[in-house]
């Protein structure tokens, strides 16, 4: 059971380069989250998913796109990486079934943009 | 719109010491959760508050849920090397499953 993984570790790009970072979950969580983690910020909510095929904007979505395909998987796309999408990106996931239910992090992933 | 500000944010202590840190906001929350984050690695939830005026440990840890639920704090007795990391409080916007988080207190416990 390997919880909340995501990929890749680190990567550098370059102004305008496109990229899609990978986050996989095997809790059979129904809700999944794409957070960034900026200095003396916390973590913003990007766009998050209630399901299988469905995903929602969240506080900071500008600049990013998501596809939930499968249950277990939430892709977070860069189509034309800007230097102010340098972060640390989490992902996490819930089971989603109370508004209670606790989130469970990814180890991140740590995103230069030149 | 919510926000959740933590104090302090950073704060240097001797091993054994105990730790005491808080989360305001200017709007009602019904839910506080506490996090630690490790260096390196994703957050990880450490007491979760889900009533106005509750007390709650796990080990080390306390956390209250303030009476004017717009609080919450979070004291760590005898602190220990491990206890190093950034600690977040975060909650559900009203009826969603969208969570604000706190800017984070970071610790670091010298030996």
């Known amino acids: 059971n390997a919880g909340v993984t995501q990929t890749p570790k680190f990567r550098v790009l370059k102004t305008g380069q496109s990229m899609t970072l990978l986050c996989a979950q095997d809790?059979?969580?129904?809700?999944m989250y794409w957070y960034r983690q900026d200095p003396g910020m916390g973590l913003r909510l990007i766009h998050y998913?209630?399901?299988?095929?469905?995903?929602a904007k969240g506080e900071v979505p500008d600049g990013y796109n998501v596809s939930r395909l499968k249950k277990q998987n939430f892709l977070l796309g860069l189509e034309s990486a800007a230097p102010s999408q340098t972060s640390v990106y989490f992902c996490?996931?819930?089971?989603?079934?109370?508004?209670?239910?606790?989130?469970?992090f990814g180890p991140g992933t740590r995103l230069t943009v030149l | 719109g919510q926000q959740l500000n933590q104090s302090p944010q950073s704060m240097f202590i001797q091993e054994g010491e105990d730790v005491s840190m808080n989360c305001t906001s200017s709007?009602?929350?019904?839910?506080w959760l506490w996090y630690k984050q490790d260096p390196g690695e994703g957050p990880v939830l450490l007491i979760a508050?889900?009533?106005?005026?509750e007390l709650t440990s796990n080990g080390r840890l306390t956390a209250q849920f303030g009476i004017t639920r717009k609080d919450s704090f979070l004291n760590i007795s005898a602190s220990i090397p491990s206890d190093v990391g950034i600690y977040f409080c975060a909650g559900p916007t009203s009826g969603t499953y969208k969570y604000i988080f706190g800017t984070g207190t970071r610790l670091k416990v010298l030996a």
């Open positions: 709007s009602i929350f019904n839910t």
């Open positions: 998913s209630v399901g299988e095929g469905t995903t």
């Open positions: 996490a996931s819930s089971y989603g079934r109370d508004v209670l239910d606790t989130q469970y």
């Open positions: 809790m059979n969580h129904e809700y």
């Open positions: 508050l889900y009533k106005a005026g």
